[in-house]
């Protein structure tokens, strides 16, 4: 009989990084011969309709009465209907924290990706604090604070339940196999085939964007640091290049981020274009002259890895993180001072005026093959076939 693999996540409620990554597996699964079923504690219907799930099955396993943070504590509590979902022979992989806990009576074999160690239980208080930007996320944090020490001791005894650990990026293997006494498999999250470089004139008229530009992209939110970015611009030594950034933005910060490029005096060239479709992320990343990350010790960017899957350059903090891990200083970009707002500011002027996405448009495709679903593919189903074939 045919295995199926069981795709597991808290909620689909956005269509991000992770969310693309599991359609991703489903598909490597699927290629591999294996039946695919991705399922959530909450789903948004319209979001499942979305196009990155065509031709996948998926369905919500949370209370019909329930919604939001209320949903998904049921769920880890075993309100939920995982046991009609899932059969004993099924594989299941999970993609976080409490998710590996709202599965943990279940005696399938198990597989985990990590992403990053639970935010809410290992950050420091700071910037936990920081990263709880949303209702869901405060709930996480005040809990930390009365349960964390409980928490953490199940966090890792449910990691060590799995057959197989797959890790984002060398980065967090780095931080996460010393914290949970494991050697997890680094396995990047794959670009999808569909981003290479082209020219779209349609959304560059949409937008209305400029032939030059830097650009930055992901979710407008406290813990991604555009406000380091904006403070780098303007500092820059040219000042007719505009900066452009997309990404649905939390309201609270687009209003920060704005009030600061005022105060700097560079508000009429940063330009916010809000949720763009993954279509028009591809025409714009393939525009841009160069891609910032501002980002702190990002885990994986795949924002990065998209950028130069579309011939851009990155520029980004040489501090050891995803972002770094994918950047060959001089080759596909280049590397700053870790948090120096005038390095950054300097390295950004420095790939303008050296024309560097046109001197070095090989470098940065070839740069960005080791992140293609072809290469990453074999990686992952070669380990799922180690796990399955016992």
């Given at each position: 009989m045919t295995k199926r693999f069981i795709l597991c996540y808290d909620f689909l409620t956005e269509i991000g990084g992770l969310e693309r990554l599991m359609a991703v597996h489903a598909k490597f699964l699927k290629n591999a011969g294996y039946k695919v079923k991705l399922v959530f504690g909450e789903m948004d219907k319209e979001l499942a309709a979305n196009e990155i799930f065509s031709g996948l099955n998926l369905e919500e396993f949370g209370s019909k009465k329930l919604t939001g943070a209320a949903k998904i504590i049921s769920g880890i509590i075993g309100l939920n209907s995982l046991k009609e979902i899932i059969q004993p022979d099924d594989v299941l992989i999970s993609y976080s924290f409490p998710m590996s806990v709202t599965l943990r009576k279940l005696k399938n074999t198990k597989i985990l990706y990590l992403n990053h160690f639970p935010n809410f239980l290992y950050l420091p208080l700071r910037d936990r604090w920081l990263w709880a930007n949303n209702a869901k996320r405060k709930i996480a944090f005040f809990y930390s604070l009365m349960?964390?020490?409980?928490?953490?001791?199940?966090?890792?005894?449910?990691?060590?339940?799995?057959?197989?650990?797959?890790?984002?990026?060398?980065?967090?293997?780095?931080?996460?196999?010393?914290?949970?006494?494991?050697?997890?498999?680094?396995?990047?999250?794959?670009?999808?085939?569909?981003?290479?470089?082209?020219?779209?004139?349609?959304?560059?008229?949409?937008?209305?964007?400029?032939?030059?530009?830097?650009?930055?992209?992901?979710?407008?939110?406290?813990?991604?640091?555009?406000d380091l970015l904006i403070e780098a611009f303007a500092k820059m030594e040219n000042k007719k290049i505009p900066l452009v950034i997309s990404g649905k933005w939390d309201k609270k910060e687009y209003d920060k981020l704005n009030k600061l490029a005022e105060e700097l005096g560079v508000a009429n060239r940063i330009y916010f274009l809000g949720f763009v479709t993954t279509e028009e992320l591809i025409d714009i990343y393939s525009a841009a002259t160069i891609y910032a990350v501002p980002t702190k010790q990002e885990d994986f960017g795949l924002c990065s890895a998209e950028s130069i899957s579309c011939g851009c350059p990155i520029i980004t903090w040489d501090d050891e993180g995803g972002s770094c891990e994918q950047t060959i200083d001089g080759i596909n970009g280049y590397v700053a001072m870790p948090y120096i707002t005038s390095d950054l500011a300097r390295m950004m002027d420095k790939c303008i005026k050296e024309e560097f996405k046109i001197t070095h448009h090989i470098e940065i495709l070839n740069s960005a093959k080791k992140f293609s679903e072809e290469h990453q593919e074999n990686i992952f189903i070669k380990e799922i076939k180690k796990v399955v074939s016992e």
């Open positions: 349960l964390g020490p409980i928490t953490k001791k199940l966090d890792k005894k449910y990691i060590n339940n799995n057959s197989l650990i797959f890790i984002n990026s060398n980065f967090t293997k780095k931080k996460l196999d010393p914290l949970y006494n494991i050697d997890g498999i680094v396995s990047y999250p794959p670009v999808n085939n569909i981003f290479h470089p082209r020219y779209n004139e349609d959304t560059y008229i949409k937008f209305e964007l400029p032939s030059r530009y830097i650009f930055s992209s992901g979710r407008i939110i406290p813990d991604k640091r555009y």
